[in-house]
């Protein structure tokens, strides 16, 4: 029998949500807080401590035989205002044993669903890796953007690429990583960084734990990912455009690529090295993870920009926008007359019942495609009741999504069809009012029960792609597993911090 994966669990989550607020609050001389587990256990996180010293009081309580988090609060200097900025620090000690390190990285949607906004997350497995930490919020912030004027000349010049891993050389130390001929992935990065090439690719050397420089160009995107492989794993730095405020503004993206045909094993081995490839590669404004080439167009790569930025909403083209809906006191309006129906489908386990068409992306496959588009469709409709869509897997098929049910209701409905022991995928519309206005939501939520094998999670991890390129146009997303994960609060919260309305500024 294969044993449940651990899920995140507090051994007082009031201390530690407390914590978290201190830290968050403006009034509080406390600048940051820090978290580990409880001795003995893998997946209890408790709280250690909190103080007002800034990162190097902080370095002092990080250890190197442990996996700990901490929420740091910084203040940077932009057009005269200081402006309060939250980061997030992921340690994973150098001592940590692979296996703890390979299981924890199954904690890290729920720890950050838990910390809630922080502008920066910097990974870190040494003290000289949190060196460069305020470089890295002066890269946040906007202030080192390289930004061309009309005559397309750079306004600013760009923050020296090396900066951020002077403190890490020589970076390949760590259980028998390295970097081969490192002076020429540098060079490559810098390349990126200053324009006269917009991609680099770090690979692994075939089975080994030495990444070399795979390539370089400057040809985009379409060009990087002719250089992927199924079985390989690489690290790709993007350079890009995007306009913001009526400016041209170069934008960083690191594309990190798992093939589908690299073993579980090795990657969570492979992970223990992500702090020494970082700290190479240096600052970047977005990240993408991907496992197969359907999850890396131009399209998805520049929504993923723009949805940083907030210049953009994820929302298809005929959708309306009614704004004459009550407010609700917490902000929120909602999205439709509540209403307690809902359709339920019936399962399709039965093997004897036709599955209808099925649409099929890399390993996984959508069944009855027509009749889940048009559950999608009815989700967007204002003239439509239906407020939710939940697609789950289909009984006889572990590789087959299929639509589950739909709904009029609200979120406590939908939460009412989520089983702890399966995987699902709901598509949830609400509201939000920003500025007097009114604005339709679309929230993608992915909710892997806390009793779903590890095995399960592992092979339906490949499926996201499949999904999110089914399901179209959202605002948001995010992983859930328990109940008290879900609530019109924290989906409220998610949605602002996309939109770059929920900013804390002194």
Known sequence: MAESAPQVQFANRQQCDDALKEVRKDTSNTNWALFGYQPGTKNVVVFQQTGQGNIEELKAHLKEDEIQYALLRVTD???????????????????????????????????????????????????????????????????????????????????????????????????????????????????????????????????????????????????????????????????????????????????????????????????????????????????????????????????????????????????????????????????????????????????????????TVANCQIANEQEGKNAITAVRKDTEATNWALFGYDNSNPNTITLVSTGSGDLEELRTHLDENAVLYAYYRTSDVYEGHTTVKFVLIIWIGERVPVVRKARIATHKGTVTEFIGQYHVDFTASNQGELSEEFIKKKIQDASGSAVHVK
């Open 77 to 359: 200097q932009i057009d005269n205002s200081v402006t309060v900025k939250f980061v997030f620090v992921w340690w994973v000690g150098e001592r940590v044993k692979i296996n703890q390190k390979a299981l924890v990285t199954t904690h890290k949607g729920e720890i950050a669903s838990w910390r809630g906004q922080a502008h920066i997350d910097l990974y870190a497995s040494t003290l000289d890796e949190l060196a460069s930490l305020m470089e890295k919020v002066t890269d946040a912030s906007g202030t080192s953007n390289r930004v061309l004027d009309e005559s397309k000349q750079k306004r600013s010049a760009p923050a020296p690429a090396a900066t951020a891993s002077k403190a890490a050389a020589p970076t390949g130390s760590t259980a028998g990583f390295s970097f081969d001929n490192e002076d020429n992935i540098r060079n490559a990065v810098k390349a990126v960084r200053a324009g006269e090439t917009n991609w680099a690719l770090l690979s692994y050397q075939g089975n080994s734990n030495v990444v070399g420089l795979a390539g370089t160009g400057s040809g985009g995107l379409s060009e990087l990912v002719s250089h992927l492989e199924p079985a390989g794993v690489s690290y790709g730095l993007l350079r890009v455009e995007d306009i913001v405020d009526q400016h041209k503004t170069f934008k960083f993206v690191l594309i990190s690529w798992i093939g589908e045909e690299v073993p579980t094993v090795r990657q969570g081995r492979l992970a223990t090295h992500k702090a020494q490839i970082l700290a190479i590669v240096g600052q970047f404004h977005n990240d993408v993870l991907a496992n197969n080439l359907r999850e890396l167009t131009e399209e998805i790569v520049m929504q993923k920009v723009r949805d940083a930025s907030g210049t953009s909403n994820r929302v298809k083209e005929g959708v309306t926008h009614p704004v004459s809906r009550p407010v609700t006191s917490g902000g929120f309006v909602p999205s439709r007359p509540k209403e307690p129906a809902f359709t339920r489908k019936e399962s399709t386990g039965n093997a004897s019942k036709p599955l209808g068409k099925l649409q």
